[in-house]
Structure formats: C-alpha cells, structure tokens
C-alpha cells in the first residue's frame, strides 16, 4: 500500500483546483462565429486534444457544410457542428484491416466514420455516418455490417432541451418507427396532407388539426422504400442549395446529393410535440426520425435559418455508447461483499497464487496493470505472461480487477514520467485495447491509482486532469465491455493539502464531485477506495473513538503516532461515503481495492513512514483484517468488493526492509501466516 501517509503527520493549508469542463447541451439555435482548426491533428494550444480534426477527409467533410457556418459568412443550421467532440477506434467487424477497427469522431450533429482507409479518399462515401437513429430507438448497437450488440433503448430525448423531463425520448420512437425493434408501420402515400399528429413521452398518439394551417406541414415527398411521408419544411431543408466550400472553392451546390446523404431514409412519420426548447416551456416542435439524424421544425424559431435543425444525435448516441446516460438507473454492481486479495502474479507462479486465494476462500484477485509495460511504444502491444495470468484465473473461478496506472515515456512530455498522460486520449485508446483483449475475462478496471499524490500524477494533483483521464478510460472500458465493473481510481488517505505533495482524499473527492455539475458521477460505477488503519484497529476513528497514539521503537518523534487525523483510520472510508452520498451518488458501491495492516514486531528496521507495523503483531493482524470484513458486511451496506493488501509480496525475494513485505499474509515460502489462516476460518 503505497500511502502518502508515510511522508506527513500534520496538515497543510488547503489549496483548491476546481477546472470546468465543456459539458454538452441541446439543440444550438445559432451558430458560432469561430473556426476550428483547418487542418486535421492541429489546432491552437487552447484546442483541447480530443476536440481536433482526428483525419484530413473528416476536416474536408466538415468544411464543405460548416466552414462557412463557423466564420459567419452564412446564416443556417449546422449539419455536423462546430468542432469535433471525441474520437477514438471501434470495434466493427467488417471494417477492412487485421484489428477490426475502424476511425470514428464525433460531433453534436453525427458521427463520421472510415470503414476502409485503403479506399480513394476521394469518394463521397470514403466518409460515411452510422444508422445512429435506429440503434438509439431500438436499442440494438451495430457492431458489424449485420452483426448487433443488444443494449438498451435510449432515454435520452431526442428533440428538446437535455433537461426537459417530459420531452418524447428515442425509446417513445419505437412505438412510430418501422424499424427491428421499434412497433410503427409503414404509411400510406398522404401526399397533400398535413402532418398534424401528436406524440407525447409515453408514446400516446393523439392530433392537432391547426397544425395544417402552416403551410410548411403539407406532405410534398412520399419515400417508397421506408414508405414513410416528408413534409415540405424538411424536404425543402434535405434538397436546399448553399454555398459549400470544396477543393478550397466557394461553390453554390445542393448540401446534401443525393438528398438522404447526411440523414438516411425516413423511419417513422413526423409528430409534434410540447418540449422544452431554449429554456422555453411547451414549444409546439415537429419531429422526424430518419436513420442517421432527426430533423426538428420549430415555427415558433424567430431566427427562420434555424427553424429546421438536425437534432443533437451525435452528443447523444455518445453519451448512450460510451458515458451510460440515458439508460435505466444502474443498481449496484457487485457482491455485498466480495473477498479478494492483492496479489503479485508476474514473476512468480501465479497459479501457486491462485490456489492460496482459493484456500482461503477468496473469489476475487486485483492485479495492477502497468501501461507502460504493455504499450511501450505508442500502438504496440506486448500481452506477454498476462494472457496466460488471465487464463488461468478464469479457469479456476477467480474474477480479476485490473488497476490500470504508470503512463509510457511517450505519453508525458514532462520529466516526471509515469503519471497521468498529457492527452487523455491515449489513456483511452490503451484502456479500450485492453478491455477488447480481455473481454469477458476481466471482472472490473480501476482507472489509475492514488490520483489525489502527486508521484502518481507526474508532479501536481489537479482534479480536473483526473476527471478527464477517467472519462476517457470509462469510455474505453464500457466500449470494449460495458458489462466491465468501471472503478474510481483508489485514493491515498492523507490529511495534507499541497498540489505539489498531495491532497487531502476527502477533500479531493469533494473537489471531484464539483467539477461542472458533478459530471463526474457518469465516469464510474463504483468508488474504489484505501483503507488504510495504521496501527489503529477497524472500530476506531478520531476524534470520538481514538487510537491509542502508541509509538513504536523506531519512530518516536512525538507522542500522538498516527492519532490526531481521521485519515490515520481504516473509518475514514466512513467520510469518503458521506462525500458519495452528498452528491446523490449514493447508489453506487464503494470497492477497496487495497486495505489492511502491517505485521513486523520482530523487525528492527521496517521501511521508513511504516513503523506502525511493530505496534502489530501477526494475530492481530488477523484479528484487524477479519474485523474489517465484519464491518464490511455488517455495517456498510454500500460495501462491494474487498480487496486485502496483500496476499503474496513477501514471495518476491524483497528484503525485510521493504515496505510490502510485513503486509503480506504469506511467508516467503508461502506457507501461511496467522492472518491467512484467520482469513481462512472466518464466515463468508
């Protein structure tokens, strides 16, 4: 357990980084007059990484449409928005190439796509958008050309302000899209009729005749081969000419040819609705859905080149495949409780491991992953001995956490190498190659380790930084394996508050959940936590229920050893948990993914900031860990999985001196120390 705790005993004057981060809204009603950057992969130092063109045929593609829209020069709706907003690799098993991957990027409007890089580049289909639409409505997500993971039908609405509970979702389309999955019908032709139907969230059908007096509702286009009716406001928008820039030149074209380029075949009729619009209540709205986009009329738009807009699917659909938002609550994901040990398994017979956790009746094994073992040089991938470590874990029953940490040379320009990445992206792409490798055989990701210590980070502790980083390893993992536990990265319990050094764990995960709005509550399924108990037992906790302030032999500068801060307590976890539940994430679990104490009375000399180990001896080591498991069961019923720090590093030849040594409950010759024994015998 490498605790910051060893390095401090007295607190320091609190020192706050709270960064805010872009967060995504609802339809634009106008358009920006700032351009991104024209050429793909570079941008001004303000640009963040992700929000770069991430391929010269996706600039052109925006270019043609929206470069014009970007400066000013004309007065319309976006068709794909104003800069990218992520992208990254996914799995689509017949794209072209070995991996099975193809590029993607994503914008407020759409996602772009190359399905085959080896194409001409210049073909108007190298570029393509996905049938985002239908796999929201039905809940179906495409993976291959005929190949579809089942999910879920998005809750997310599909025209109307983010935050207009009442608004018609994409799940409400099923009951109106003719679709796999969704239960309208076909229509007949109503060619020189009104669309003056209604919808509401629950799917009621109802009707509004004075819809008809607006011209812009009559049916002027009935499409065969969906056989659904366009009325005259969208058809007018799908065939519109504009200026476009292609080859660098500014031309006057039709924006979309043919004309269901960008949005596909109509899938249902057209509908109205009452939806929030512009923090506006009740705006009567027409909504189609086509297979790529939806089109929304608002007549009531005062600004007439914004009256027809393609809705937000793109923020939409990549909040529904990557960030989880829109679907039904999640319940608690793990066991109440689930008993695991750290473990090392490279280097050593990983299987001899494995049987001890299986002695002692443990299910659970957490390993730490380093990054920069694996992905060495950027988009090479060495697997090594952890295919077989996995392998054999699963073979035997034992699910694994993987606690993913320790960024390449190549990914931090700084000089302090190891710590969080400088593009977040990279952390997301490594994290997504792992989960796709090990799919179904890793239980659950702990995106990084001790973020709140500086060491960990590359030299300062900003929260904003970490938020980022979990977002995209969050993305990757729930890409690769949504069914993967995503865990918050376990915090050091320390009271000291310097970025420089480290921040306080509760503090810092005050300062986390604050971070725009608590976005931060969508990057995880459970908070992994230290518990940490020093030589306190697992009942006790400053100030009500203090330590003893006993010192050891070696470590007597002062009366109070590790007494007079909660952060000296395995209950701190208690103050973490209040932090959760403040911020109305109290669904979630808590999994520790490290806890336990020290034994070494008989050792001279442990590692400095561990002394506490000599005020341990090894039955009540045992005593304190079984405890804990007690009160994980008995009295946190939050509590999931329980990870004891740890099983097997005394077998590593490491000297006595070393800090992982007095915590493990094995000998070096891996015969069982008291602690493993009364882990052993007590009740599960």
């Known amino acids: 357990m490498s605790s910051f705790r060893k390095r401090a005993t007295t607190l320091i004057s609190l020192f706050t980084i709270i960064m805010l981060l872009t967060s995504a809204g ?34 052109r593609t925006w270019q043609r449409t929206d470069q014009y829209v970007a400066d000013g020069s004309v007065s319309r709706s976006w068709y794909w928005g104003p800069t990218p907003n992520y992208w990254t690799y996914e799995t689509y098993l017949d794209a072209k190439g070995a991996t099975k991957t193809r590029k993607v990027e994503y914008f407020d409007k759409s996602r772009m796509e190359i399905n085959d890089p080896s194409a001409d580049p210049g073909n108007a289909y190298y570029v393509t958008n996905g049938l985002l639409t239908e796999e929201l409505i039905s809940g179906r997500m495409q993976i291959g050309d005929t190949t579809f993971e089942s999910r879920f039908p998005s809750d997310i609405p599909l025209a109307s302000d983010a935050d207009d509970g009442n608004a018609p979702t994409y799940r409400t389309w099923q009951t109106v899209s003719s679709i796999t999955g969704g239960n309208g019908l076909p229509a007949p032709n109503q060619t020189d009729q009104n669309a003056t139907s209604t919808i509401d969230k629950a799917g009621n ?18 499409e065969p081969t969906t056989q659904h009716n366009i009325p005259a406001v969208f058809w007018n928008f799908l065939t ?9 030149q500014r031309v006057n074209q039709q924006m979309n040819n043919p004309w269901n380029y960008a949005t596909g075949l109509p899938i ?21 859905a086509f297979e790529r986009r939806v089109l929304t009329y608002v007549p009531s738009e005062p600004n007439a080149a914004y009256r027809v807009q393609m809705g937000n699917i793109g923020q939409h659909y990549l909040q529904w495949r990557y960030q989880g938002v829109g679907h039904y609550s999640a319940p608690l994901l793990g066991p109440h409780v689930g008993y695991g040990f750290n473990a090392a398994l490279y280097y050593v017979d990983h299987n001899q491991a494995y049987d001890m956790v299986k002695g002692a009746g443990f299910g659970w094994v957490k390993l730490q992953i380093s990054w920069k073992d694996i992905e060495g040089n950027k988009g090479q991938y ?11 874990a699963n073979t035997k029953g034992l699910k694994l956490i993987f606690s ?45 380790n001790e973020e709140n210590y500086a060491v960990e980070t590359g030299g300062q502790v900003a929260p904003a930084r970490y938020v980022t980083a979990l977002r995209y390893g969050y993305w990757g993992v729930k890409f690769a394996d949504h069914h993967a536990v995503v865990l918050f990265g376990a915090l050091t319990p320390t009271g000291v508050n310097d970025p420089s050094l480290a921040i306080d764990d509760v503090a810092y995960l005050g300062q986390i959940y604050a971070i725009n709005g608590g976005e931060v509550k969508d990057y995880f399924d459970a908070l992994g936590a230290h518990g940490a108990g020093y030589g306190n037992s697992p009942d006790q906790l400053w100030p009500d229920q203090p330590g003893s302030g006993a010192c050891p032999p070696k470590y007597q500068p002062r009366s109070d050893c590790w007494l007079n801060d909660p952060s000296f307590y395995f209950r701190r976890i208690e103050q973490l948990r209040q932090v959760m539940e403040a911020n109305g994430d109290q669904a979630k679990q808590m999994w520790l993914t490290e806890f336990g104490w020290p034994s070494c009375v008989d050792n001279p000399n442990p590692a400095n900031g561990y ?4 005020l341990i001896d090894e039955q009540t080591q045992g005593t304190y860990l079984v405890r804990a498991f007690q009160k994980g ?19 590593l030849g490491l000297p006595n001196s070393d800090e992982k040594v007095p915590w493990a409950v094995l000998n070096a010759d891996y015969s069982p120390r008291p602690a493993y024994t009364a882990l052993q015998q007590m009740s599960k």
Request: charged residues 15%; negative net charge.
């Open 633 to 651: 069961v008995n009295d946190y019923p939050w509590m999931g999985v329980m990870t004891v720090w740890n099983l097997n590093f005394s077998t």
């Open 205 to 222: 059908i109802g009707n509004d005749n004075s819809k008809a007096s607006d011209a812009g509702t009559k049916f002027v286009y009935f």
């Open 26 to 59: 609802g339809n634009s009603s106008a358009a920006p007059t700032q351009s991104p950057a024209a050429q793909p992969n570079t941008a001004p130092a303000s640009t963040p990484l992700d929000k770069q063109f991430a391929d010269a045929a996706f600039t």
């Open 382 to 392: 060495a697997w090594g001995s952890l295919d077989q470590i996995v392998a054999d």
């Open 268 to 288: 249902s009729e057209p509908y109205w609705a009452n939806v929030k619009y512009a923090g506006h209540a009740n705006t009567a709205v027409l909504i189609q």
């Open 240 to 248: 519109a000419h504009g200026q476009v820039l292609v080859n660098g």
């Open 611 to 614: 002394e506490y180990c000599q």
């Open 404 to 448: 993913i940490a320790k960024s390449p040379d190549w990914a931090t320009a700084g000089a302090i190498k190891g710590g969080l990445p400088d593009d977040p992206t990279d952390l997301g792409n490594f994290v997504y190659q792992l989960t796709s490798h090990y799919k179904g055989l890793v239980s659950a990701y702990e995106i990084w």
